[in-house]
DNA sequence: CCCATTAGTTATAACAAGAAACTATTGAAG
DNA sequence: CTTCAATAGTTTCTTGTTATAACTAATGGG
């Protein structure tokens, strides 16, 4: 598609060039009481006062070396731990996402195990939403709702051939832990056998020796993640009917 | 008192926080001469005066409406039409990656059919690079070498899953065609028949009845990517030792 | 001491992929 | 006109992987 002259000139007469506002947001996972949960807050200040957004906010470029170093602080901000698993989603920007004008933000989505967050303190502005489908059970401020879904896919498609699951659990965890992970977010029920010969052949695990989880059967053996650098892949996807 | 939103709006400064430079750049490939190239521009201005670069620059508030609109509109600028996929890669903002200061990029990748484009005009300022490993052989300007490689990784990566090769190809292709795109991108040779199963399983393909593609053996089938919107997924990487 | 419960293994049948040999269809050489 | 080289496309068979279900193992509680 060619573009008229008209066109052209329009866009290269503006020689100077205002900047975009600039936001970090974070799509933070866990999975509690058999959900997967997202975390969000209720904005204090308009546009959008007093809805549910996902946290975040605006880069610092006194503090912020980078955008990450920026998602990483607001992380700890958030939630007062380093999040074991952080990665970046996408950048979204337009002139309509926020009525105060053309800005762009850039989400991370971050995984954790429910056990290394207490958010006790503070339940009216800050909550751990269920996730439904692919989305939260409430409207959402800006575009977020969007954007959630975008993570709650991405998620469920990286669950598909890596093994980012583990970093919903503990650093010590079993087997079948692992597998309802697996199945609370893929909304689907895995084969046992399929599921632990896939997860063994990749060989991301190791045994904790000895240790062993008690409950009302037999105990369950205890699992570390062994290379948190090395990303494996699954072959195949996990889930069968997979797209 | 409270404000309402509407006060609220009136009474905001957008200038309030320092925001860093935004700029779009452009991972363009395409398959040409049996090899795996990429757009690169020698840059005009410093920094980086007369080095190669990804093609790419500043966000136009006035008339790009979004960041991939910014997107398509330097694609259509540096090759003049609209490309038959454009993804966005990943965004990179930190203090260091360009000596101006602060700086923001949002990557998109582009694939295209080599016959779509004609680049003969400007040899010294505009090229396709041939990339070998994750690189080019060339010094590239910033950060774009280690965004070049991302690129690569992902390009590769999402051939072992989807369909994204089609887009190498112009409209009608045959399955040899294809898969000779993905021995050149994923480096090794492909086994015909399983090749072709998976494809054909796949069901992204038709046939164009009757028309076939002359050569010096047998003439090979002429098909069509079906369905350009439709995801389709292989259940299995593509590459026998992937990862 | 038996049973419910959960963990973990094994056997097998169905299925998918890799490899190689096979057939098919064209152009060019003689 | 025949043969051969070249490329397309299919078939067959072997091998490897997965789903399923039945099996064994280990624990706590009645």
Same mark, same amino acid.
Request: negative net charge; without cysteine; hydrophobic residues 30%.
């Given at each position: 598609m060619e573009l008229t002259e008209a066109e052209f000139l329009r866009c290269y007469n503006v020689s100077l060039y205002e900047k975009p506002s600039f936001t970090v947001d974070l799509v933070i996972f866990t999975v509690r009481d058999e959900q997967l949960r997202v975390l969000l807050v209720k904005r204090?200040?308009?546009?959008? &006062? %007093?809805q549910w957004a996902l946290p975040g906010g605006f880069l610092d470029l006194q503090c912020d070396d980078s955008v990450e170093n920026c998602a990483m602080r607001k992380l700890v901000e958030k939630i007062g731990i380093r999040a074991p698993y952080l990665e970046q989603l996408k950048t979204y920007g337009s002139r309509e996402r926020d009525p105060r004008g053309w800005t762009a933000t850039t989400v991370y989505f971050a995984l954790m195990a429910?056990?290394?967050?207490?958010?006790? &303190? %503070?339940q009216e502005r800050v909550r751990w939403a269920p996730v439904q489908g692919e989305g939260v059970d409430k409207a959402l401020a800006f575009d977020h709702a969007h954007i959630l879904a975008d993570a709650v896919v991405r998620l469920r498609s990286k669950l598909e051939y890596t093994?980012?699951?583990?970093?919903?659990?503990?650093?010590a965890f079993t087997l079948p832990e692992l597998q309802q992970i697996y199945e609370i977010i893929l909304q689907q029920p895995l084969d046992k056998s399929s599921f632990r010969r896939r997860v063994v052949q990749a060989g991301m695990l190791e045994e904790i020796a000895g240790k062993l989880r008690d409950g009302s059967g037999r105990p369950a053996q205890l699992y570390r993640f062994?290379?948190?650098?090395r990303k494996t892949f699954f072959p195949r996807s996990i889930s069968r009917y997979a797209r």
């Open positions: 204090a200040e308009h546009p959008f &006062k %007093d429910s056990n290394s967050i207490s958010l006790e &303190k %503070d093994h980012i699951a583990v970093h919903l659990l503990p650093e062994r290379d948190y650098d």
